[in-house]
């Protein structure tokens, strides 16, 4: 079992940047392929990057280069670095554990943190 909590959402101009930590805790967390996965007002959920155990990383093809996943093991945090954001980005953004395998949706869900990107 793992339990992920986010912080870091908010609003923000457009080309600006924020970070999202989510904080996770179960005794599997450094074994798990971690992720971020967004949903847009009206819009499917979508994968934006993942993070494996040993720190290999994939992202979305439409925010490579400005977004950043990153993981700490020791102290059970996976971080997403947000860059040069622009108003489509303007979600909510999940941290999610459990995935099987890189690049898939795992079955552990934060409750999600608001990014609002204004123009």
């Known amino acids: 079992q793992v339990q992920l909590v986010e912080s870091g959402g908010g609003l923000v101009q457009a080309g600006g940047s924020l970070r999202l930590p989510c904080a996770a805790s179960?005794?599997?967390?450094?074994?798990?392929?971690m992720g971020w996965v967004r949903q847009a007002p009206g819009q499917q959920r979508e994968l934006v990057a993942s993070?494996?155990?040993?720190?290999?990383?994939n992202y979305a093809d439409s925010v490579e280069g400005r977004f950043t996943i990153s993981r700490n093991n020791s102290i059970n945090t996976v971080s997403l670095e947000i860059n040069d954001l622009k108003p489509e980005e303007t979600a909510d953004y999940y941290c999610?554990?459990?995935?099987?395998?890189?690049?898939?949706?795992?079955?552990?869900w934060g409750q999600g943190t608001q990014v609002t990107v204004s123009s």
């Open positions: 993070i494996g155990s040993g720190g290999n990383t």
């Open positions: 179960g005794r599997t967390f450094s074994a798990a392929f």
């Open positions: 999610n554990g459990g995935a099987r395998r890189s690049w898939s949706i795992g079955a552990y």
